[in-house]
């Protein structure tokens, strides 16, 4: 028997439905036995067409809205959003509002720090660590509902300010969060860091350079663990983040594991962050003098935040006529750090794929908006 | 310190001036970090190009569209990693043609931002590698974000 044995390509769709894809989002990748030849993600599926709506909606109307683009972590929308809408206007914001608006954002980085670890963690077959993530982001949530009376969606953000103060009592549970947590993140600690099957699988996978990452237009930490040291909160200030003590994380190989730990440490920064803001506080009010029809005068307006998953910006047209913004473009981090995906995911296996895709933390209901 | 950027943003806007002359329709410097111009349409890649490699805006951080009434504007913001300065590039685009070169040469983060234009905008990019819709059905009938699109009942729903 002389019978050659005929290989073929093979294409694999992974997702839409799967849980690796947090989300709905479809992977096709084109493999060869098991290595990955070519990967097309296709997106799309959650797209609710928010920016055209935003067109047909009062400013105030359209923030509840921007909650459900990065759902993880809607505080920084609600932040990037009324930023926006404040230079439109040339609002001064007073100085609580202020402090207020980096501690519940730096709030809302732990939050999804720790749930991009956990479902890293699941993505790796690692199911104790999913349940810590989520039981630790669960202490944050508990402070932001107790403020918002949501866990997740919060519209609670104001163009001028906030939508009010902090109720009696939070700070301190704030200051309760803060101990609580670091003690907790050891155990984190143990699990990953002494860990040969997790170390094995993260370990050089899915290595990004600097040059490639800022020709791609990825930002966040995964620009960060490719050693580019680039934050808005740093390089671009907004609100009072220059106010702030606290540095930012780089690592500088560019692979899976060095993008995990640069959301590990980042937890600790935002950490400092929220504490200085719950010493800074002052006294005062928390919403500036806003008209109670919103109409600002015909301009443009580009605001970018640091949300935890890279730089978020919103654009927004205004025609000076109406009380609805001619137009309202988002730019979603995780849109542009997914569209860079397929160029370093070639080359690796499945699992390493799946690894590294968990590694970028993308959220569907932003990309696809 | 703030002083030392504002003459740093008028220090490129100068440049710029003197490389592209009256290429440039409008310019000015909005604060301290922001710089916006306005070009036409055809000029994009060669002064995307000037900003890109002699004056190291190297991150292509969006590109949006505006339909306005008499023209469209695709609008490109690109940010400076050494020198810390967003450049706003309104970039203006004939209705009838709706045609305008693609930057993905440049910037792969180009090639999903100009799809996504293409798709609910309508503009053509010359010499994009890909240019299908990005977040609709192939199938899909007109571009949402123009605004002469009609936001109608959905086809699929009939009252009885």
């Known amino acids: 028997m002389d019978e050659e044995i005929r290989t073929e390509e093979f294409i694999l769709n992974i997702g839409p439905q799967h849980p690796s894809t947090h989300g709905v989002t479809r992977l096709v990748t084109r493999l060869s036995g098991e290595t990955v030849l070519e990967i097309e993600p296709v997106i799309g599926y959650l797209h609710r067409g928010l920016e055209k709506i935003g067109e047909n909606k009062t400013y105030e109307k359209f923030l509840p809205l921007t909650d459900r683009m990065d759902y993880i972590s809607s505080m920084t929308n609600n932040h990037a959003y009324v930023l926006a809408v404040e230079e439109l206007l040339g609002i001064e914001v007073p100085a609580r509002a202020e402090y207020l608006r980096v501690t519940l954002s730096e709030l809302q980085r732990i939050a999804n720090h720790l749930m991009f670890i956990a479902a890293f963690g699941a993505d790796l077959g690692a199911w104790t660590i999913m349940m810590y993530g989520f039981r630790e982001r669960e202490m944050v949530l508990d402070l932001m509902s107790m403020l918002t009376g949501q866990r997740l969606l919060y519209n609670f953000m104001r163009v001028g300010g906030l939508k009010e103060d902090v109720p009696l009592g939070w700070v301190s549970k704030v200051r309760e969060f803060l101990k609580a947590l670091p003690e907790k993140l050891e155990d984190y600690k143990a699990y990953f860091y002494n860990n040969e099957i997790f170390l094995d699988r993260v370990e050089g996978v899915g290595i990004l350079k600097a040059k490639d990452a800022i020709n791609m237009g990825v930002t966040g930490p995964n620009l960060r663990a490719a050693g580019v040291a680039y934050d808005v909160r740093k390089d671009d200030p907004y609100s009072y983040y220059d106010r702030f003590d606290f540095d930012v994380i780089t690592e500088k190989e560019g692979d899976t594991f060095s993008r995990f730990n640069v959301r590990f440490n980042e937890i600790y920064e935002s950490l400092k962050i929220v504490k200085q803001g719950i010493e800074a506080l002052p006294e005062g009010e928390v919403i500036a003098k806003v008209p109670r029809i919103i109409k600002p005068p015909a301009g443009e307006a580009y605001s970018r935040v640091e949300a935890p998953k890279g730089e978020l910006a919103f654009y927004i047209v205004s025609d000076g006529k109406t009380d609805k913004p001619y137009r309202v473009k988002v730019r979603g981090p995780s849109f542009c750090n997914l569209s860079s995906f397929p160029y370093y995911a070639v080359g690796d296996i499945i699992p390493d794929v799946i690894a590294n895709f968990a590694s970028i933390d993308i959220v569907l209901g932003e990309v696809d908006r | ?160």
Not at chain 2, 99 to 125: C, N, Q
Request: cysteine-free; hydrophobic content about 35%; overall charge negative.
């Open chain 2, 1 to 160: 310190m703030t002083e030392n950027k504002q003459e740093l943003t008028h220090e490129v806007l100068e440049e710029l001036k003197s490389e592209f002359g009256d290429k440039i329709v409008e310019a000015e410097v909005k604060r301290k970090t922001r710089l916006r111009i306005k070009i036409n349409g055809e000029n994009v890649f060669d002064i995307a190009d000037y900003l890109k490699n002699k004056l190291d805006f190297d991150h292509l951080s969006s590109i949006a569209s505006v339909d306005y009434p008499e023209t469209f504007e695709v609008v490109y913001h690109i940010w400076s990693y050494p020198r810390k300065i967003l450049i706003q590039v309104n970039a203006l685009v004939d209705k009838e043609s709706a045609r305008i070169k693609s930057l993905t040469p440049l910037w792969k983060s180009a090639d999903w931002h100009e799809r996504e234009v293409y798709d609910m905008m309508g503009i053509i990019f010359e010499g994009h590698p890909n240019l299908k819709r990005i977040f609709l059905p192939e199938d899909f009938k007109g571009y949402p974000l123009r605004k002469d699109f009609k936001i109608g009942p959905k086809p699929w729903y009939k009252e009885d």
